[in-house]
């Protein structure tokens, strides 16, 4: 793996630093895709379970689901991340159940064990190389429960940008880079939290890939942040800001 990479993704999996300061610097945009994406689930998820959230972050989803009275069960690679909603649930008083996995490897968790499986935010896009992302969604399907529903949000890699935006984003399709593969992208974040690796979809590439972990998808969103809302009709893989598809199994 390109070294620009291999650094990128330690620091997202291992930094102390990245897992107390990221969501502050990104506070506006998380803010907007939390409350977007908790909106799409809640209407979703009308039935009380087993909800397994296999990339948490800070943890808003595990708490929001805890609160709303489902069994819980949190995972982040970062095991400061961990240590950090631990701590938030037990001032809250809300209990879940929190693991220190790689999604890529899910082997420590039975097979058919949850009712839900998320993975919000663009986390999936935060692993590189298209096999690994295929390991992780079949990974999911496996430890979702017959009947289960497995729920994945990816940003759109020209969704809401702007004009001075188009040439990067060009480049990033065709020309991504030495280590890269299509729709790769590392940028340099700011001071503290040094370089990130992003991936961004195509709504074919999310459709191979639940069709590769055999799930059949039962409903697609395009993500409108601009207007905190849903696009609707042909022009949404063209227009939104990011995907959230739910397969399943």
């Known amino acids: 793996m390109d070294k620009r990479i291999e650094e990128a993704v330690k620091r997202e999996s291992t ?5 107390l300061e990221y969501y ?4 506006e945009l998380l ?7 908790t909106e799409f689930l809640d209407s979703l998820f009308t039935r009380k379970g087993k909800l397994f959230d296999a990339t948490m972050g ?5 708490i929001h689901f805890a609160k709303r009275g489902f069994e819980v069960f949190g995972n982040d690679y970062n095991r400061n991340m961990v240590e950090l909603v631990r701590k938030d649930l037990n001032r809250l008083k809300l209990k879940a159940r929190l693991y220190n996995h790689n999604i890529t490897d899910l082997s420590r968790i039975k097979d058919n064990s949850f009712d839900y499986v998320i993975s919000m935010g663009h986390s999936l896009g935060c692993i590189p190389k298209i096999k690994n992302r295929e390991k992780a969604v079949k ?13 994945v949000h990816g940003h759109n890699i020209f969704g809401d940008i702007s004009l001075e935006d188009v040439l990067p984003m060009l480049k990033c399709c065709i020309l991504p880079g030495s280590g890269l593969e299509p729709r790769d992208m590392i940028y340099f974040h700011s001071k503290n939290l040094g370089h990130t690796f992003i991936h961004y979809f195509s709504l074919n590439e999310l459709h191979r890939l639940f069709a590769a972990a055999g799930l059949k998808i039962q409903k697609k969103a395009g993500l409108n942040w601009k207007q905190n809302g849903y696009y609707r009709g042909p022009l949404k893989s063209l227009m939104c800001g990011g995907f959230i598809f739910v397969g399943k199994k």
């Open 31 to 37: 803010d907007g895709l939390f409350s977007l994406d």
């Open 139 to 151: 990974e999911f399907a496996r430890v979702v429960k017959p009947d289960g529903l497995v729920v």
């Open 58 to 62: 800070r943890g808003r989803h595990v």
């Open 24 to 27: 502050e610097a990104e506070k």
């Open 15 to 19: 930094s102390k630093d990245y897992a």
